[in-house]
Nanobody
């Protein structure tokens, strides 16, 4: 059974930083791309960032490019999302997912339960 468990969310002031983690189990982690998505209240889930299975390529939504960094440690079966210069509009539940390397949620087949990120102004 594949499990993804996010952690690291919380409340932060605008301009601050947070680092999200997602620990994976139940499949060979290094064989799959990983992605981060987010969903704000009343909005559709949106793509944030993705990383290839080797970690050699990354892909970001324009809204977070230059502020967020996705990385992975295949030895620890963990993917990270370093979020800097946070803005109130980054407030959302953040989800990690495993599957294909893309910005489309349909290409990911397993999802975590999400972690709340709240950015105050």
């Amino acid at each position: 059974q594949v499990q993804l468990v996010e952690s690291g969310g919380g409340l932060v002031q605008a301009g601050g930083s947070l680092r999200l983690s997602c620990a994976a189990s139940g499949r060979t982690f290094s064989r799959y791309a990983m992605g981060w998505f987010r969903q704000a209240p009343g909005k559709e889930r949106e793509f944030v960032a993705a990383i290839r299975r080797s970690g050699g390529s990354t892909y970001y939504a324009d809204s977070v490019k230059g502020r967020f960094t996705i990385s992975r440690d295949n030895a620890k079966n963990t993917v990270y999302l370093q979020m800097n210069s946070l803005k109130p509009e980054d407030t959302a539940v953040y989800y990690c997912a495993t599957g294909g390397f893309s910005g489309t949620s349909e290409t990911y087949d397993y999802w975590g339960q999400g972690t709340q990120v709240t950015v105050s102004s």
